[in-house]
């Protein structure tokens, strides 16, 4: 059986982006917030997060425990929550209305792409966990000619670390989208090695010039998404990486 949720009144609002917990809580004195129909002007109410109804002023407030952003990654922006001097992902996400958001994953500085920025700790181990071997695919530009042979090494599993600490590589499907001075390349890896994909073609003495992440198991980065731009998942995309319907069910073990 689920845990019923109680939550503080105050924090019920602040998470929903209603205002900061010191103005949601001037707001609650000020008798503009109601909970099942009646006003309630203690901030530390403790209300339903599922069953109790809500109103600030005449706006019904509905309270989402857990929050998905697919982001177009863009380059020049690094994978953390945040940092004293570089741009982070997180920053990126300016309607969040929660502060626990962090990126599931990373990408590199200058890769771009699908990223899901969440609050979900449970879903994030499952995506990232390798034993889970969830498909990532990659679309790359190499300097220099892709060959078959690549692709043939690279699902036979590739050693990419020295000679003194070898590192081998799962299985992955390189497809040769088109081979020549400059190749373009579409690599679906199982794993989240740092580097992976720069380093599998730099073993095969290649270097990537551009990459950019378009899926993530269940999860197919949105074609509309400049870099930098982002929104929430849809049910459907979050039933994709869930295999249930976590919204109705609540948390479901069973993810991708
Ligand atoms: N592989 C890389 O080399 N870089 C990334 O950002 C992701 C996968």
Redesign the pocket.
């Known amino acids: 059986m689920e845990a019923v949720l109680m939550i503080r009144l105050d924090k019920y609002l602040a998470d929903m982006g209603i205002g900061t917990r010191q103005e949601v809580k001037k707001h609650i004195r000020q008798g503009k917030v109601k909970v099942d129909a009646a006003v309630v002007k203690s901030p530390e109410y403790k209300v339903n997060e599922k069953e109790s109804t809500v109103l600030y002023g005449d706006s019904p407030v509905r309270y989402e425990a857990f929050v998905y952003y697919m982001l177009n990654k863009p380059a020049g922006v690094i994978s953390a929550t945040e940092d004293r001097r570089e741009k982070t992902v997180v920053d990126l996400i300016k309607t969040k209305e929660r502060k626990d958001l962090f990126p599931a994953g990373?990408?590199?500085k200058d890769?771009e792409g699908l990223l899901l920025i969440t609050n979900d700790g449970k879903l994030a181990h499952s995506l990232l966990s390798p034993k889970k071997h969830v498909d990532?695919t990659?679309y790359a530009r190499v300097k220099g000619i892709v060959t078959e042979e690549d692709a043939r090494a690279f699902a036979e599993g590739i050693d990419i670390g020295t000679s003194a600490l070898p590192e081998w590589t799962r299985p992955a499907v390189l497809e040769i989208i088109s081979s020549g001075q400059e190749s373009a390349v579409r690599l679906t890896?199982q794993e989240?090695k740092f580097?992976?994909?720069?380093?599998m073609f730099l073993a095969r003495g290649k270097e990537?010039v551009y990459?950019k992440?378009e899926r993530m198991g269940g999860l197919v980065l949105d074609s509309s998404l400049k870099p930098g731009e982002y929104r929430k998942l849809t049910d459907e995309e979050l039933r994709n990486i869930y295999g249930t319907d976590r919204h109705a069910e609540g948390h479901g073990s069973d993810y991708i």
Do not use: A, E, S
Not at 195 to 199: L, S
């Open positions: 990373r990408l590199d890769t990532k990659y890896i989240g580097h992976q994909v720069k380093r990537v990459l992440r």
